[in-house]
């Protein structure tokens, strides 16, 4: 359907109050691939819209969410609306408004840059790694991606904004000669850098390789008090949990563990949430209810100094400059000179975990590298726990960086005092 016609079918059911509208269409390039072999090529192109209608009064606001398909037309929405209002009613919530017309974003991207050719370099870029004799890439994934996006609401607020993400996915492989050693490999990026994909798929693969030689842990004696590193999915694990720690939503529901001026590390890092950053795929101008986005340092010195979220616990609260659900968390720290002590990387995790409440964090590890004060020795086979809220007090950073999807910062968290079992 165009957005003229639901429009037109929103405005005649008088039982809606406001609406939200965002229509997102997809221009992608997919590659797939079984070892270097390439065995499907297509170009994919869909348009998602959603609809939030809104049933409203002076005291409370009621909202349900509807997914406009290809299959409707005008008869067909409309019966969706109106179960929608239904649904909506039978859960309302305090009374909170809408997005006002203020300043429309009007952002259409002229790039008109061959996905396909982008695509078949990022290949190239992956497929140049693959130079080992006892490793190799099982499969290879890959989407190149072009979003334009809008956002309408009954307010007025009209946004126009674009996107772009390349996504790999790879199944490195290496053998010792008795067993073969997968590991899982996910890059994605806002940004174009076939060099930087290169060097990430020859990282994996060399984790392959350590993975395929990984001894127990109990064949090593550690020191007490080990520097141990965490990266990747269990960083941004962490990361995520201060940044919802210090939501507006978590604030409001009493839910959060630190107020403003609470002392959070020892260490005087800071923590900024931000809308955009160069890398991070979350990025964007707005939020989903249309808010442009506002910076927001939440934590400074290491004492946490402000919060942020969407507009409706932001109305809650009484906040005067809502920021928006910003997407993405920069952290700047000192960086620490560990590459000389003893330590343990974590490598990869099964599954990290962590509980927003009790603090617990961890999870099993499917591979870690000792440094033993001369070289690195590859492990598996163990599990490391902690409290995150303690853990946090003593906490370093690493001088390297990285960029993740929501996160841009050091690359590695260094804790002590982690039980290791």
Known sequence: MKKNQIIKVLKANKKISDYEITISDRDSRELFYVLDHLEINRAVKTQAITIRVYVSDKKT????????????????????????????RSAKN???PL???????????????????IAMKVAEAVLKADTYEEGWINSTEIFVSRYQKEFINSKGVDHKSHDFKIEVEC??????????????????SNHINYKKITEEIIEI????????MAKKIRSVKLPKDLKILVKNDMLETIVDNFCGDLSYRNVYMKQNHYQKNDVLSENSFSLTMKAEVKGCT????????????????????G????????????????????????????IRAKGSDYENEKHLIIESFSSPQIDEDSGYWGGEVRLARYYDGEKYIPLAGFSIAGNIYEDIKKVEFSKEQCTMTHYKGPKYMIFKGIKIS
């Open 205 to 212: 693969l060399e984790l392959a390789k350590a993975r395929s």
């Open 99 to 117: 997005v006002s017309k203020d300043k429309n974003i009007n952002d259409v991207s002229a790039e008109k840059a061959d996905l396909n050719e």
């Open 171 to 188: 199944i490195p492989t290496w053998s010792n000669g008795k067993e073969e050693f997968e590991l899982y490999k996910f890059y994605e």
């Open 303 to 330: 004492k946490v100094k402000d919060s942020y979220g969407d507009i409706q616990f932001g109305y809650y609260l009484k906040e005067k400059d809502i920021t928006g659900e910003l997407p993405v968390a920069e």
């Open 282 to 301: 979350a990025s964007k101008k707005y939020d989903r209810h249309g808010v442009v986005l506002k910076e927001r340092k939440l934590i400074s010195g």
């Open 61 to 88: 606001t009621a909202s349900s969410l509807v997914v406009v398909t290809s299959a409707d037309d005008e008869k067909s929405l409309a019966k969706k609306l109106n179960k929608a209002v239904i649904q909506a």
């Open 94 to 96: 305090s009374y909170y």
